[in-house]
Every structure is written in structure tokens, then in C-alpha cells.
């Protein structure tokens, strides 16, 4: 599901779906680019910009509403609950949403990582099951946006956002450990497994 595929975001519960799976390599991380950063490389910009030149990786999954019929403003907290298995004994999985303009343009809004072996705590590292189907809830703060009329919601996933973020090396070992993995990381949303974004949106 690049930004040529098949990707939906709806209101609507999953049926029956296929999941969708991607190849991450440490060694090829998904770039930063803009956010609210902090304490990184001079060269990274803070802020919007246009995310659809990224969305060709294969490794960068893309989940978009149809064009709104209205204008829809989210203020909030916003949240992905995501089901999901890797065959590594550890990874990372990020979560962003976009605003995507008639124009193609997808400016990202907010994002948010979590770790796979500190899925329940922050404080006690718990390796995940090779192909086990695990739940995470990956937490993108807050934001305060106006998708108008004619624009799509466009959630992307993936397991790196390099350097704002460490690259996880899929090994599940220490930090200072120098082993790299290549994983293959699967996203369900299904009816038993319905991966969803939870955002706040305001009466019009």
C-alpha cells in the first residue's frame, strides 16, 4: 500500500481484509522530515511539509479517506490502535497523519513511535513471538487542524523515522549493540484485528 495502492481509511468496521506487509532494513530508514523536533541535526527542519515524495518507499504504508464532502476539523488527542506482527524478536512501528490536498501534497500534521518489546511498559522490556499478532497503542500527542472540503485523512505506517527517532536494529538486544536484522513487519486490519485511528473531531 504505497501511495499508488489500495490503502483506505472509513468509518466503517473491517470485514474480512488481507493484511499488508513491508520489508524494514535498519540500514534504509524512513527519513525525517519536518515535526516537532528538537536536539537533532541543524539540517532538519521543524514543521509541515510534503510527505508524497516518501510515500513511493516501499516500506511506508498508506491508509487515506476519500475526498471530504465537508470541511472537518480535529482538535485533540489523536491515537492509533494497531495490530500488527514482525519476524523479528523486536521493532518499532510509527504512525502519522497527513492532510492531503486535491494537489496530491500529504503535509503531516502528527506522529508518534512505539517500541515492540516496551509495547505494555516503558520499564520492563517484554521481546514480542516471531509472526505473533500483538496489539499497540501508539500515541501521536495532540493537533489542531481544518481538513476542508475537497482534502483526504491519510494515516502512513512504518517502523523508522530517521534521525528524529533511533533506528530499532530488530535484534532485540542492547542499545550498543551493533547486530543488524531486516524484518518483515505485517499491519492487520481485519474484523478481529481492526487497526484504527481514534481522533477528536468538533461539531461543525
Not at 506482527?85 to 508518534?112: E, H, K, W, Y
Not at 521481546?127 to 495532540?142: F, H, Q, S
Not at 530499532?168 to 518483515?184: C, I
Request: charged share 25%; proline share 9%; hydrophobic share 35%.
Amino acid at each position: 500500500n504505497t501511495r499508488h495502492g489500495d490503502g483506505r481509511l472509513s468509518t466503517e468496521p473491517p470485514g474480512e481484509e488481507p493484511p499488508d506487509a513491508f520489508r524494514y532494513d535498519p540500514m534504509d530508514p524512513v527519513p525525517t522530515q519536518g515535526g516537532p523536533l528538537c536536539c537533532v541535526a541543524p539540517a532538519l527542519a521543524a514543521g509541515q511539509f510534503d510527505h508524497s515524495a516518501k510515500e513511493e518507499r516501499r516500506d511506508v504504508l498508506i491508509y487515506s479517506t476519500p475526498p471530504l464532502e465537508h470541511d472537518l476539523e480535529v482538535t485533540g488527542p489523536v491515537t492509533v490502535t494497531l495490530w500488527a506482527a514482525s519476524s523479528a524478536p523486536d521493532t518499532d512501528f510509527t504512525a502519522m497523519l497527513l492532510d492531503v490536498g486535491p494537489c496530491g501534497c500529504a503535509r503531516n500534521l502528527a506522529d508518534g513511535i512505539v517500541r515492540a518489546r516496551y509495547r505494555n511498559s516503558l520499564e520492563r522490556a517484554e521481546p514480542i513471538t516471531a509472526g505473533a499478532v500483538e496489539k499497540y497503542e501508539i500515541d501521536l500527542v495532540a493537533t489542531s487542524n481544518v481538513f476542508k472540503k475537497g482534502h483526504s485523512i491519510r494515516v502512513e505506517m512504518s517502523s523508522s523515522n530517521f534521525p528524529r527517532f533511533d533506528r530499532n536494529l530488530n535484534t532485540g538486544k542492547s542499545f550498543d549493540d551493533a547486530e543488524v536484522r531486516v524484518a518483515t513487519n505485517t499491519v492487520f486490519h481485519d474484523a478481529a484485528h481492526p487497526t484504527h485511528i481514534t481522533l477528536d473531531v468538533v461539531p461543525a
